[in-house]
């Protein structure tokens, strides 16, 4: 406990010093996180400074071991340094797919060389990953995935098509599943890693509701893959692939993203001097499942740690933290009023709400739909015939 | 601290949810004591086995000979009542009773501890006035009459008053009703001249009383805690009355679910197990959800009781209305789901509606606690 204490004030004396204002200011949008890769840049002096601070720290990934960039900090630890940068309202220091998504997987089932050079790309923001795993005719029924990879000895050719490829076009790598034996449904996939910039790969942008094109449709025209670039086995790839979805639901979730209850109601009666009592009501109601729910993020990150939560738990985390997130995005549109419907204006910051509260419709879809979670729940924890 | 229970306290859940298996089954006590039409609704003997067990000293602090524990533990123990709809003045006296008593004086604390130690004693709080809980605005008065004091005023859903030894009784000694200040708690004994009680039973087979408190005189050494400073000795005793009865209305929602799952894993309909029908899956694994965040709630906000953190107060609201609407939805749910079988009194389901439903608006139901809320958070 004294260790403990003795590090949580370590920790706040550091942020303190290493946090700049600009970055304890909540996050309006994808854009005011930094995503690293090469092609990235960054938006202020601000954000650039915190970012570096945090990877000379380990802090971009501080539960990793050290010898992979992170800061080698234990369950309790990390629990303390999230509080402590909640707090404050720290930003991230660095988003991406490798820290939520690949990592993870590598941790679990990469070699000692590729956990190595990947996870250091990954915690230094030097390499920004995308995930290709949806396809056309394969969305919830991921496993039905055709696009192909012919062993040609020393390397595999990868014809195929994915779709909904997250910032495919922003990206420097992919991780993906290619099948590789098409006799076998489940073990027939491998898990395969590629340069986005490797002949025959293409991507072309599919431009949101909200009026963003985050994501991409992603074509594979004999991409040439090294017969050494795959995590874990073989026509394994199944495996690593549902074991990242676990991260990926955990993550899209919002377990341990702070305090989620935004408050909206006592911003909106500063703002505006009046709450309409129904609206109000609403909003209350909204708080309690909020403030249960951030109850429920905690409870479910101390027990993974020590193995005491259900292995499936993620998928109910996931549904019901985007189901949350949908619910406060259509509240603030009704407390914003027609301020909120702008969308492009300056005060809107470029219809920042309306537009966010557009994105939020996917939480429920990205990483499997609500309506998947359920039938997870129903079979993996209910144990329901059937399911 | 995490937000799991501790070796000692997982301890503590094994040999609670053995014992209310074992001994406060539903068969062996809720249908035994109603279908006798027991007038206290609940069974002396249990209630000293709680004694035996060390249930009912689980808030009293060491010196007094209790096992000095927290609102966790008593939680532990609720839960298992819930579960298994035991009915027991656990709640009333053990919670409520012995955090008001905690704060009284050594004189009041060798006369009533003690007998509720041993489950000799039952004790019961008398706080609403009227059908809805709302202990802001107090009319029962208290007026000085030498010494002591002269009580007078209605008191309403007072559970297990008709059973009780004694009943705290929240009066005002100063003040207009709804000032803050002013407020004074009482320890009445039950035999004190003026007293009248109507002892009325309740949807859940639980007995609560309407009383009347005629010019009651009792000397000052009934008062618990200060003369007029009684709202904070209340809000203390309401705090871990509210998440006791969360915690318990978990054990509620837990049963009620546990029940229905297995009931779709064993009634078949057009030829399949119901639980194959993907709309009930749905549905179950909704509650499921609903029910895993609101434990996580209730957890949370024992912890910070027991911790004496400034957030408690909030989360408790947060607990007792997610709860709440959290154990309706197991139970009617659970009815819905079990069909025509669901409606009949020989089958359990009803049972725990008919709890949930009395449970819920004991010390403010969803819809008091979301109101809360919001004043809490500033709208
Ligand atoms: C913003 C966004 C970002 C994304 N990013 C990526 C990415 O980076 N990489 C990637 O690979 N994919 C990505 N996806 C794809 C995402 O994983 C899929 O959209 C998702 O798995 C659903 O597949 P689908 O779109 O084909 O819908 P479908 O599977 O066609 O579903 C349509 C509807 O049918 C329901 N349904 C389907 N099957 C069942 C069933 N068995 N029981 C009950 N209902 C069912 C669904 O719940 C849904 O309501 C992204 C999606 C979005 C929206």
Redesign the interface.
């Known amino acids: 406990m004294a260790d403990l204490d003795a590090f949580r004030s370590e920790t706040r004396a550091w942020l303190e010093a290493n946090c700049p204002a600009e970055m304890r200011e909540p996050v309006r949008d994808e854009d005011d996180v930094y995503w690293g890769g090469r092609k990235a840049t960054f938006k202020s002096a601000a954000q650039k400074s915190w970012f570096e601070a945090c990877v000379a720290k380990g802090y971009t990934v501080p539960a990793w071991p050290k010898a992979y960039g992170g800061a080698g900090l234990d369950a309790a630890e990390a629990k303390i340094l999230r509080e402590e940068m909640s707090r404050i309202g720290a930003r991230p220091p660095l988003s991406s797919f490798g820290i939520w998504m690949l990592g993870p997987a590598l941790l679990k089932f990469g070699t000692e060389e590729q956990k190595v050079k990947y996870l250091n790309e990954i915690a230094r923001g030097e390499i920004r990953w995308c995930q290709g795993y949806s396809e056309p005719g394969a969305g919830s029924d991921l496993v039905s995935m055709q696009t192909f990879g012919d062993d040609q000895g020393d390397h595999w050719v990868v014809n195929g098509q994915k779709i909904w490829t997250s910032y495919a076009d922003a990206a420097d790598w992919i991780f993906c599943l290619v099948r590789t034996d098409k006799t076998n449904k489940y073990q027939g996939i491998t898990f395969m890693l590629f340069d986005m910039e490797t002949p025959g790969v293409s991507t072309k942008p599919i431009l949101l509701i909200s009026g963003n094109s985050p994501f991409c449709e992603t074509f594979f025209d004999d991409v040439k893959v090294p017969k050494d670039q795959f995590v874990g086995e073989i026509n394994r790839g199944w495996d690593v692939a549902k074991y990242l979805l676990g991260h990926e639901r955990e993550m899209i979730s919002g377990a341990g993203g702070g305090d989620r209850?935004s408050?909206i109601?006592?911003a909106?009666?500063r703002h505006s001097g009046t709450?309409d009592p129904i609206l109000?009501?609403e909003?209350?109601?909204f708080?309690?499942?909020a403030?249960?729910?951030n109850?429920?993020g905690?409870?479910?990150l101390?027990?993974i740690k020590?193995g005491?939560a259900h292995p499936a738990?993620p998928n109910?985390m996931k549904?019901?933290g985007t189901e949350l997130n949908k619910r406060r995005h259509e509240l603030m549109m009704a407390a914003g009023g027609s301020r909120s419907l702008e969308w492009d204006s300056e005060e809107t910051g470029g219809g920042k709400p309306s537009r966010n509260w557009l994105r939020t419709k996917a939480n429920s879809i990205e990483g499997g739909t609500s309506?998947v979670?359920?039938?997870v729940?129903?079979k993996r924890?209910?144990?329901?015939?059937?399911? | 601290m995490?937000?799991?229970h501790d070796d000692d306290q997982a301890m503590l859940a094994d040999s609670a949810r053995q014992f209310m298996a074992e001994e406060g089954a539903i068969n062996k006590q809720l249908r035994h004591w109603r279908d006798k039409g027991c007038k206290d609704g609940f069974g002396h003997e249990l209630w000293k086995q709680f004694g035996e067990m060390g249930f009912t000293g689980i808030l009293v602090a060491e010196d007094d000979g209790g096992l000095g524990l927290g609102n966790v533990e008593a939680g532990i123990v609720l839960e298992e009542i819930g579960r298994n709809l035991t009915p027991s003045p656990f709640l009333t006296s053990s919670v409520l009773a012995a955090t008001a008593l905690a704060q009284g004086s050594d004189d009041l604390r060798g006369r009533y501890l003690p007998g509720l130690l041993t489950g000799d004693s039952v004790f019961a709080v008398a706080i609403d006035e009227g059908a809805k809980h709302h202990p802001e605005a107090i009319k029962t008065k208290a007026e000085k009459s030498g010494n002591g004091f002269k009580l007078s005023g209605k008191k309403d859903f007072v559970i297990h008053g008709a059973s009780a030894d004694m009943i705290i009784v929240a009066a005002r000694t100063s003040g207009g009703d709804s000032d803050a200040d002013g407020l004074t708690l009482f320890a009445v004994p039950k035999d004190a001249a003026g007293l009248s009680q109507d002892a009325v039973k309740l949807v859940d087979s639980s007995v609560a009383t309407h009383m009347t408190l005629d010019g009651v005189a009792l000397a000052g050494d009934a008062v618990i805690g200060e003369v007029d400073g009684g709202r904070a000795v209340l809000n203390r005793m309401l705090n871990a009355g509210r998440i006791g009865a969360a915690a318990e209305g978990i054990g509620v929602a837990r049963g009620a679910m546990d029940m229905t799952?297995d009931y779709?894993?064993q009634r078949k309909q057009f030829g399949?197990?119901i639980?194959?029908f993907?709309a009930l899956?749905?549905r179950?694994?909704?509650l499921?959800?609903?029910v895993?965040?609101?434990r996580?709630?209730v957890?949370?906000a024992q912890q910070l009781l027991d911790a004496g953190s400034q957030k408690a107060e909030?989360?408790v609201s947060?607990?007792k209305?997610?709860v709440g609407?959290t154990a309706n939805l197991a139970v009617r749910e659970g009815v819905q789901m079990h069909g025509g079988i669901g409606m009949t009194d020989e089958y359990d389901i009803g049972l725990y509606m008919k709890r949930d439903r009395a449970l819920s608006e004991f010390l403010g139901d969803a819809n008091y606690?979301?109101?809360r809320?919001?004043q809490l958070?500033?709208?």
């Open positions: 209850n408050a109601g006592a909106m009666l709450l109000r009501a909003l209350a109601m708080d309690v499942d403030l249960a729910y109850c429920m905690e409870r479910f101390d027990e020590v005491k738990q109910m549904y019901a309506e979670m359920l039938n729940i129903s924890i209910l144990d329901l015939p059937g399911a | 995490p937000l799991y799952v779709l894993k399949k197990l639980g194959e993907q899956q749905h179950a694994s909704h499921y959800s609903e895993e965040i609101a996580a709630a957890i949370k909030l989360m947060v607990a209305a997610k609407r606690h979301t109101e809320v919001a958070n500033g709208y």
